[in-house]
């Protein structure tokens, strides 16, 4: 797989939880990641859902991933717990 994104819903829709997003390191850079996050932000929005949450290993601070989602607009409490309010 070069790319995977996982989604599942919250209770009533109170939003949804990306709990994967994968890309493979060889495809990394070509924007595949934001389109998967898009694509996910768009979902959780056609389905009438006002948040869009995601966690990501304390791990892959060094990797970038967090900085990748705090790039998109996704906010943390400092570990790896990321939410972004869709509007």
């Known amino acids: 797989w070069s790319c995977y994104c996982q989604m599942v819903a919250l209770q009533r829709c109170l939003g949804y939880k990306v709990s994967a997003l994968v890309v493979d390191d060889e495809q990394r850079g070509a924007k595949i990641g934001s389109q998967l996050l898009n694509f996910a ?3 959780a929005k056609a389905q009438g859902c006002d948040k869009l949450a995601l966690t990501s290993g304390l791990h892959r601070r060094q990797s970038g991933a967090h900085k990748f989602y705090r790039n ?4 943390s ?4 717990y990321f939410m972004k309010k869709l509007s």
């Open 72 to 75: 998109h607009g996704y906010q």
């Open 77 to 80: 409490d400092l570990t790896q």
């Open 41 to 43: 932000e768009n979902y």
